[in-house]
């Protein structure tokens, strides 16, 4: 009788029997930090989800699976270079390494934390991984859009994903209720749990709606979204890492700008007066112009990397109605 058998998986299994032998003689931090950083270099490994080199992927690696601060010193860091590590975690930092390395897995979903606005978060597969450049404007308030005096209080995160950008906002802004909206009912139980952890329940409060459809009659001072933008060429293209991530938290239409045109049509009823729309788009800038025709919209500055955030007011999108109207 014959049986068949997938090639690939032999060839799989052979390889993970050899990267179990070689970590055999490992024995201190450092053994263990040396052997991530070669076996990421060796299967190419993409950093992209908060770092963007093999040396700090892999300290941050073995620092999160020994349990140790990732804000120890280059001093401290030396002084415990040298420790042995125990057998329980030498079983932890070969699962990590081979999933990391050879299953191409995103460190934050083996961790199950990403750090946000300086903050850590938990995040899993159900969310996609926080790397928005919001954080900047967060910190500087919105500057120059918001005016200096005006502290807003009612909040809307669209797309809250993991509800990181919800929470810093309410922790920026303390008087603040924000409401972190998604489509996705997975989504929003990371994001509640997110929410329970900093103890923010009665401030961030997260509602399913598709878009702004369960938020009739519901006004805010500040708008932020971070919908889906990547086109359907980048999404072909995509590295494997993200391809662990939800594909309904990337991908919007051929430009990337479908759920994009649905919150421009629909924000001016939902903003009080005086009221901002900030909206990420990220690499889908490049098709803003042909999408969005000649709307006058500000495309924030960012000075610690990032790009393709745009700014709007109330009064903007009001003016400009009628081009709005018209958008497909």
């Known amino acids: 009788m014959t049986t068949n058998v997938d090639l690939e998986d032999i060839d799989m299994e052979d390889m993970h029997n050899s990267f179990i032998a070689e970590t055999q003689a490992l ?27 093999s040396w700090d992927e892999a300290m941050h690696l073995v620092l999160a699976a020994l349990e140790l601060p990732l804000t120890l010193s280059d001093k401290q860091i030396r002084l ?10 030498s079983e932890t930092l ?5 999933q990391r390395a050879y299953q191409q897995v995103p460190l934050p979903y083996i961790t199950h934390t990403a750090w946000f606005a300086e903050k850590p978060f938990y995040v899993d597969e159900r969310v996609l991984i926080p790397r928005s450049p919001f954080a900047e404007l967060i910190d500087k308030n919105f500057k120059p859009y918001l005016e200096k005096q005006f502290m807003p209080m009612s909040i809307l995160d669209m797309c809250t994903g993991s509800g990181c950008i919800a929470i810093a906002l309410a922790i920026q802004y303390q008087g603040a209720t924000v409401d972190a909206v ?8 990371v994001a509640s749990l997110n929410v329970t952890n900093y103890q923010l329940e009665d401030r961030v409060y997260p509602i399913q709606s598709n ?22 060429e980048d999404m072909a293209d995509l590295p494997e890492e993200y391809h662990h991530e939800p594909v309904n938290a990337l991908a919007s239409g051929d430009d990337g700008l479908d759920l994009t045109v ?10 009080n007066d005086n009221g901002w729309l900030f909206v990420e788009v990220g690499n889908s800038e490049v098709h803003f112009a042909q999408r969005f025709g000649s709307l006058e919209v500000s495309w924030c500055k960012l000075r610690r990397g990032g790009s393709g955030i745009f700014a709007i007011s109330k009064q903007q999108l009001i003016d400009q109605l009628d081009e709005i109207e018209n958008l497909q």
């Open 27 to 53: 024995e201190s931090v450092v053994d263990w930090l040396r052997f991530s950083i070669s076996q990421m270099q060796r299967q190419h490994v993409y950093y992209g989800h908060g770092t963007d080199n």
């Open 80 to 89: 415990l270079s040298k420790g042995k590590v125990t057998k329980k975690e």
């Open 94 to 98: 070969r699962a990590w390494i081979w």
């Open 182 to 189: 998604d489509i996705d009912t997975d989504a929003l139980d």
């Open 211 to 232: 878009v702004f459809d369960a938020l009739s009659g519901q006004k805010y001072d500040l708008i932020i979204a971070n919908p889906p933008y990547v086109d359907a």
């Open 262 to 271: 649905e919150i421009v049509k629909e924000a001016a009823e939902h903003l």
